[in-house]
């Protein structure tokens, strides 16, 4: 946040994608807590190990330091940091963390999921306990990115428009919109255009402890996690009032 609001410049990445100093802050802060519990760790702004390496990990820790750059760089609040643990394929426990919001979501199937501030962190007695919505939204409510707009892949979006008469839309950057999935603001949020692993594993975890789900479009399977290629293929988010 300091970074944030001072002044700051982006490098491009050899992928095309914008590097901050906020990026690479927060990634090297990161990286020195988790190293500390000697589980592998995947990272965006981390040299990646080859798949030879990776495959023979049982788990690790991934993370995008900051989720949301070109959120970041218009300063529009619309940023965070996403910090998932992996065993196996599946992820089961996130962390997303919203830096402008001063607060957190995080849990996974085993504990729960909880939102609470930064300040209190640390205070379990202060944590809010998320239980799973069995009602969905009238209108039925999206969450998307600002980008997401009618394309091929559009075609399976056909089922909501058919089963309920009104839709709404909530545009936003960023894993922030596991934040509306998981209070109950929005009750779908689909996905088909290019993201990588850390973007999406801390939210998965989080939908399939509420009794959500994220489904890859072209196999109808669950989304799996420090694959060879870490890109994620098109996905659908849909909580548990949507899957009922």
Request: charged share 25%.
């Given at each position: 946040?300091?970074i944030?609001?001072?002044g700051?410049?982006?490098?491009?990445?050899k992928?095309?994608?914008?590097v901050?100093?906020?990026?690479?802050?927060?990634s090297k802060i990161?990286?020195?807590?988790?190293i500390?519990?000697e589980?592998p760790?995947?990272?965006?702004?981390?040299e990646?190990?080859?798949?030879?390496?990776?495959?023979?990990w049982?788990?690790n820790?991934?993370v995008d330091p900051?989720?949301?750059?070109r959120?970041?760089?218009?300063?529009?609040?619309?940023?965070?940091?996403?910090?998932?643990?992996?065993?196996?394929?599946k992820?089961?426990f996130?962390?997303?963390?919203?830096p402008?919001?001063n607060?957190?979501?995080?849990?996974?199937?085993?504990t729960g999921?909880?939102?609470?501030?930064?300040?209190?962190?640390?205070?379990?007695?202060?944590?809010?306990?998320?239980?799973?919505?069995n009602?969905?939204?009238?209108?039925l409510t999206?969450?998307?990115s600002?980008?997401?707009?009618?394309?091929p892949?559009y075609?399976?979006?056909?089922?909501?428009?058919?089963?309920y008469?009104?839709?709404?839309?909530?545009?936003?950057g960023?894993?922030?919109k596991f934040?509306?999935?998981?209070?109950?603001?929005?009750?779908?949020?689909?996905?088909?255009?290019?993201?990588?692993?850390?973007?999406?594993?801390?939210?998965?975890?989080?939908?399939?402890?509420?009794?959500?789900?994220?489904?890859d479009?072209n196999?109808?399977?669950s989304?799996?996690?420090?694959?060879?290629d870490?890109?994620?293929?098109?996905?659908?988010?849909k909580?548990k009032?949507i899957?009922?």
């Amino acid at each position: 946040m300091d970074i944030y609001k001072s002044g700051f410049k982006a490098t491009i990445k050899k992928d095309g994608s914008p590097v901050t100093q906020a990026d690479l802050a927060a990634s090297k802060i990161i990286y020195n807590h988790l190293i500390k519990t000697e589980i592998p760790i995947l990272g965006e702004e981390l040299e990646k190990d080859d798949y030879f390496t990776r495959s023979k990990w049982t788990e690790n820790w991934c993370v995008d330091p900051l989720d949301g750059t070109r959120m970041f760089l218009m300063k529009n609040d619309e940023f965070s940091v996403n910090i998932a643990h992996i065993i196996g394929e599946k992820s089961v426990f996130g962390i997303i963390a919203s830096p402008t919001e001063n607060k957190v979501i995080f849990g996974g199937k085993d504990t729960g999921v909880y939102t609470t501030s930064f300040k209190t962190i640390d205070k379990p007695e202060s944590w809010n306990r998320i239980e799973p919505i069995n009602t969905v939204n009238n209108p039925l409510t999206i969450t998307c990115s600002r980008s997401f707009k009618k394309g091929p892949s559009y075609k399976h979006m056909e089922q909501f428009e058919e089963a309920y008469e009104e839709i709404a839309y909530i545009r936003k950057g960023s894993a922030l919109k596991f934040f509306d999935l998981a209070e109950g603001i929005a009750d779908v949020y689909p996905r088909f255009a290019p993201t990588m692993e850390w973007d999406i594993a801390a939210g998965q975890a989080i939908v399939e402890a509420l009794g959500g789900e994220i489904i890859d479009i072209n196999s109808n399977k669950s989304l799996t996690y420090n694959k060879e290629d870490l890109y994620n293929p098109s996905f659908i988010v849909k909580m548990k009032a949507i899957i009922s």
